[in-house]
């Protein structure tokens, strides 16, 4: 009985030990990477990010679960960014700049930075620059880029950066801590919804912390402050609200999702066959309209308090450039480019940036209505499969935007998204010293893999053993 109990006292202790090491040393590598890591110095960059992927590895495939210690060192790790300044990207500025301006009773939409900056008569009679705390640097901070163009983030995101100027009405470190804690709060709202609605899809609750403990989700979301989280929140809480038959709650829930960033939007025909499996004039399809008329009309509500021809005109503007000016870590795309090149000798980014969105709607139609969604899983695919096509089609993919189809495989039987959340890592190497120099060989490297694994799971997998039945 003695050697029984001594037995299970080592093995519990060698388990203990095993989840020790690699949840001190990811503490250890993340104070490091949020204090000390310069974004020019991509060699340190992708030693660290290797090191805390092995750490979450270790964690979440060696180590016995326990939901309630693993929860507390995604929020350990989380709170040790709390009063660290991005360092990876500076969008935070605009938020800082947008958020103050709306705490001033501005429209954020109207003006650029710029144009607020350039002390003409029109600007004065709105605002004193004077009048906005940090200004000019919170201009410098944001860049010529972001300062030269509208802004593009949608009212609830917009009313976020409001809360971070009402938490720090004149510090740019309080207001990056009020993002911070809402950004926390998100991925907290995020572990809850998520790890109830594994419980009703009969999937591992263990799931959700390939989204908690990701670095990738961890660096990009809470240490770079972008709200893809806040937005995933509502989209899961949708989600959840869906697979429980409370149709308007859900709607609300994804139409909030929207007004946070425009992504959601994709997936909105995949709803159709979820909503209404047995086809038009059905009673789902009754439902389905009411689902879509609610969803719509809270995203109409929340853009309200901005609607103006100038709002109009310059968001639209401003999210035109999205496709048709800026690239940045293409893959389709910049075969395309290469292509155009070759042919007619200049870059076709305008041309590709009107035809590509136009290919990635016929592909989502088509995945709306040749697959089944009879069940919210099968859903859950849909919108993974429709959000990667829509990436890998796209002119501009920011490692931040990958953080939806990681959140989404956790509900799925697909991880290349996973894989692509360490892969995107190399979209950092561009960045150096004197400024930024894309290197298109990494950036193949990074597809290359990403695709192949996408490829073995949606396609070879499935193919059977002995050959193509045709």
């Known amino acids: ?10 093995k519990s202790l060698l388990s203990y030990k095993e989840f020790l090491i690699p949840g001190l040393g990811s503490v250890v590598l993340y104070l490091f990477f949020a204090y000390f890591l310069d974004r020019s110095d991509f060699l340190t960059l992708l030693l660290l990010y290797s090191g805390l992927f092995y750490g979450a590895w270790k964690i979440i495939q060696y180590t016995r679960f326990n939901f309630w210690v693993w929860a507390l060192i995604g929020i350990t790790v989380r709170v040790l960014f709390l009063p660290a300044m991005p360092n990876l990207s500076q969008d935070f500025y605009r938020f800082i700049w947008d958020g103050r301006l709306l705490f001033l009773g501005i429209n954020p939409y109207i003006f650029t930075p710029e144009q607020l900056a350039s002390g003409s008569q029109i600007a004065q009679d709105l605002i004193s620059l004077d009048a906005i705390p940090n200004a000019q640097m919170l201009i410098q901070g944001m860049g010529n880029l972001n300062a030269s163009h509208y802004s593009n983030y949608p009212p609830i995101n917009q009313l976020c950066f409001a809360l971070a100027a009402v938490f720090a009405k004149k510090s740019i470190l309080g207001s990056v801590i009020g993002l911070r804690i809402l950004i926390i709060g998100a991925d907290l709202g995020i ?12 999937l591992p609750v263990k799931n959700i912390f390939w989204y908690f403990l990701n670095p990738f989700i961890i660096i990009e979301l809470t240490g ?18 869906l697979d429980k038959k409370r149709w308007v709650l859900a709607a609300i829930a994804l139409g909030v999702s929207v007004s946070v960033k425009l992504l959601p939007l994709l997936f909105l025909p995949l709803f159709y066959k979820y909503l209404a499996p047995e086809g038009l004039f059905s ?44 690239e940045f870590n293409a893959s389709v795309y910049y075969i395309i480019r ?30 709306s209505l040749f697959r089944k969604y009879n069940t919210t899983q099968n859903l859950i695919t849909g919108m993974l499969l429709a959000v990667s ?19 989404l ?62």
Not at 193 to 202: A, I, P, S, V
């Open 389 to 407: 096509i829509y990436f890998l089609l796209a002119t501009t993919v920011h490692p931040w935007y990958i953080a939806t189809p990681v959140l």
């Open 224 to 241: 770079n402050l972008h709200f893809e989280g806040v937005m995933l929140f509502f989209v899961i809480w949708s989600l959840y609200l």
């Open 191 to 202: 572990l809850y919804f998520g790890k109830k609605l594994l419980e009703r899809l009969n």
């Open 1 to 10: 009985m003695h050697n029984i109990n001594h037995h299970i006292h080592l």
């Open 283 to 326: 009673k789902g399809f009754w439902k389905m309209k009411k689902f879509y008329w609610v969803t719509l009309a809270t995203i109409a509500l929340c853009f309200a308090p901005f609607i103006s021809k100038t709002f109009i005109s310059n968001f639209s503007a401003t999210i035109g450039l999205w496709f048709q000016s800026f």
């Open 338 to 367: 290469w292509i155009g090149f070759q042919t007619v000798g200049w870059n076709i980014i305008a041309t590709a940036g009107l035809i590509l969105p136009i290919v990635v709607f016929i592909c989502i139609v088509l995945l």
């Open 409 to 470: 495989s956790v509900f799925t039987k697909y991880k290349f998204a996973l894989l692509w959340s360490f892969m995107i890592c190399f979209s950092y190497a561009g960045y150096t010293a004197t400024g930024f120099n894309e290197n298109l060989l990494l950036v193949a490297l990074e597809y290359s893999v990403v695709i192949s694994v996408a490829i073995w799971e949606l396609v070879i997998k499935k193919l059977p053993k002995k050959g193509v039945v045709i």
